[in-house]
């Protein structure tokens, strides 16, 4: 079994250049996490809440 994990930088012009690297490497399945949303405490302190989307393709 061969894992690879990358973050990808929301930031990025091209979405395309992950989606060809994943493609490279023939997978037999792909899992993303996103994150969806989330809530903090008051004025930004305590603790996060974050919300994520995980798919399988």
């Known amino acids: 079994m061969q894992i690879n994990i990358q973050v990808v930088n929301r930031l990025s012009l091209n979405d395309n250049v992950y989606w060809a690297d994943i493609a490279a490497g023939n997978p037999d399945s792909v899992m993303t996490i996103v994150a969806s949303g989330g809530v903090t405490g ?3 302190l ?3 809440k974050i919300i994520y989307d995980i798919s399988v393709f």
């Open 42 to 44: 008051p004025y930004g």
């Open 46 to 48: 305590g603790l996060s």
